[in-house]
């Protein structure tokens, strides 16, 4: 058999086409030690990455070094994916880094990656199935831990902006061993029971480990299967989680959940006052059109016909007339309506038929567990406020 003689290209050449034509060096994850890092100028990064028993030289284009947020160094452990290849000139063999982590965080963002995928082919984060936010609801339940900021943030928003709507808290673990369990139990409860018109499930900000329970596929599919909306509030401004892809709405923070979840009554009251003055004005527009349209009725003609046109004008007055105030009669008893409810909705004619808030330094005090012997509070009346000191409690 003839020996094969080749050049030193035509060998590498075939070895490139040989490496890769392996799909399985197409897209692969490299767990290795930083050494010998530089930085071109033209901002490509040049690698090694090493562990106890090899080498392998790696390279990151500028377009993938870009996204990177946090900086390469020597003796630094990590995970890089991208795909194997064959540089031709040299005959070495490199990887060509597409994304990089730091070790430690990359197995959890693999796994990340790899539910989302599978959950997004599935259709759990298609628009469509997404249901509509209630724009004036009763109650707004919450899923969250009550030992954070983030319940006293949602609490705050919603007392100030709309304080006619009752809070629901489940408290839940948020982190670490159960949590996700807890939210799945708290998310299938609310539905059990229909407790609420809208559902924040969320908590403040943290690590990737912090946060992981919201990548959890049991929660994913608790929100997705759930009959009440969802709000997602992971505090996390810039990364999403996949509660976040499920949920209906996804909030970047607690408090803007609460800002999403329930209108602002000031904004309701400047309504329904422009809702009136636009009612004024187009009873004073009405009655100039019809002036004018009467104006232009008068005949320039003989003293037969001004009679019977002036008599058609009184007539076609008189109808306008009683138009007018059948429409105006309707638009105010709307108008009346609409104020009655609100007033009804209002905390001071809560207070007018008798009753009194209780409140502390905490804010409105729910519960007689929350007093003790001796303990100073504020009592809210309909005409003013006192201090009063607890003598005694009683339990229903």
């Not at 946090?70 to 194997?84: H, K, Q, Y």
């Not at 003293?303 to 002036?310: E, F, G, K």
């Not at 502390?360 to 005090?365: A, L, Q, S, T, Y």
Request: aromatic share 8%; charged share 25%.
């Amino acid at each position: 058999m003839e020996p094969i003689i080749a050049t030193v290209s035509q060998l590498n050449s075939y070895m490139k086409r040989l490496v890769e034509s392996q799909p399985v060096l197409g897209d692969i994850w490299i767990k290795g030690e930083i050494s010998n890092f530089k930085e071109h100028y033209s901002g490509h990064l040049y690698i090694t990455l090493k562990d106890d028993g090899g080498v392998l030289k790696a390279v990151m284009f500028k377009s993938a070094a870009m996204s990177l947020t946090f900086r390469p160094e020597d003796g630094m452990r990590v995970l890089a994916r991208g795909r194997i290849g064959v540089y031709e000139q040299s005959g070495a063999y490199q990887l060509y880094i597409n994304e990089m982590t730091p070790d430690g965080v990359g197995e959890l963002y693999i796994a990340y990656e790899k539910l989302k995928k599978r959950l997004a082919e599935e259709g759990l984060f298609d628009e469509a199935k997404k249901k509509p936010i209630p724009k004036y609801p009763e109650r707004v339940g919450v899923v969250t831990a009550t030992t954070g900021a983030a319940v006293r943030d949602i609490i705050n928003v919603i007392t100030r902006r709309y304080p006619y709507c009752e809070i629901i808290i489940y408290p839940s673990l948020v982190q670490g061993a159960g949590a996700k369990e807890n939210i799945v139990e708290a998310i299938e409860y609310f539905n059990a029971h229909k407790l609420c018109d809208t559902l924040i499930v969320g908590r403040g900000g943290g690590s990737i480990e912090d946060l992981w329970a919201f990548n959890e596929e049991e929660v994913a599919r608790a929100i997705y299967a759930s009959e009440i909306p969802i709000i997602s509030a992971v505090g996390h401004e810039t990364d999403f989680t996949i509660a976040d892809f499920v949920a209906d709405l996804r909030a970047p923070t607690p408090s803007a959940a609460a800002e999403i979840a329930v209108p602002s009554q000031t904004e309701l009251y400047a309504a329904i006052s422009g809702m009136a003055g636009r009612l004024s004005a187009a009873e004073v527009n009405y009655i100039k059109r019809l002036r004018l349209t009467l104006d232009r009725l008068k005949p320039k003609s003989p003293q037969s016909m001004i009679d019977d046109m002036r008599q058609k004008c009184d007539n076609l007055l008189q109808q306008a007339e009683k138009s007018f105030k059948l429409t105006a009669a309707e638009k105010r008893k709307i108008m009346s309506g609409l104020c009655a409810k609100l007033d009804a909705m209002s905390p001071l004619a809560v207070l007018k038929r008798g009753y009194s808030i209780a409140e502390d330094e905490k804010g409105v005090i729910k519960s007689v567990s929350d007093l003790h012997n001796g303990k100073i509070f504020k009592l809210t009346l309909s005409d003013g406020s006192c201090k009063c000191e607890v003598k005694e409690q009683e339990n229903v």
